[in-house]
């Protein structure tokens, strides 16, 4: 609801900022959109770039509010924490890699698998900091998260004993930092 210059009430109509901020979504999201659209098929022909952004341009009409739901300060922080964290969670992706390839080929390979189904809670709130650390930990070789629900609590399966132990370790800790929660 905005008011007018004689003092009436707009109907209807959205304030300037939640309008610049639903377009500079769209915005973001269609570059993004188009980008991957160029990056995946690799083409660069006339009749394919305009057909991928128009196709672009739909879903990001559609679809900008789920991409980029609340663009404002808080977002750029968490933004600039996940670019933090993404090559922390590579490299523990392949010190886990090394891991396995270890059990492997280790002589005793059936005493060191140790499967199991590790239960722990956290302390996270938000969907998305739950969904970062779930698919975290599933990306990380010799762990697959079984559940996670809405209140923080995981099931984890772990192929070994080592794995196991280092659950919910730091990663949890790195996950609640980027998204300002308390562990």
Request: proline residues 5%.
């Amino acid at each position: 609801m905005t008011v007018s210059s004689n003092g009436g009430v707009k109907k209807g109509s959205t304030p300037p900022r939640t309008w610049f901020k639903a377009f500079f979504s769209f915005l973001l999201t269609f570059v993004f959109m188009f980008l991957c659209w160029i990056v995946l098929s690799g083409k660069f022909d006339p009749l394919l770039l305009w057909l991928g952004g128009i196709s672009s341009f739909f879903v990001a009409y559609n679809f900008y509010d789920l991409l980029f739901p609340a663009l404002g300060r808080r977002y750029f922080i968490i933004f600039l924490k996940f670019s933090a964290y993404v090559p922390w969670v590579i490299w523990e992706i392949i010190k886990a890699n090394f891991h396995l390839l270890y059990l492997a080929f280790h002589p005793r390979l059936k005493e060191m698998i140790d499967p199991q189904i590790i239960t722990f809670e956290t302390h996270l709130k938000s969907d998305i900091a739950i969904a970062t650390l779930a698919n975290s930990i599933t990306l990380t070789p010799g762990t697959i998260t079984v559940s996670a629900n809405s209140d923080g609590v995981f099931k984890v399966h772990a192929i070994d004993s080592q794995s196991a132990d280092a659950l919910p370790g730091i990663m949890l800790t790195k996950v609640a930092q980027i998204f300002g929660e308390t562990i």
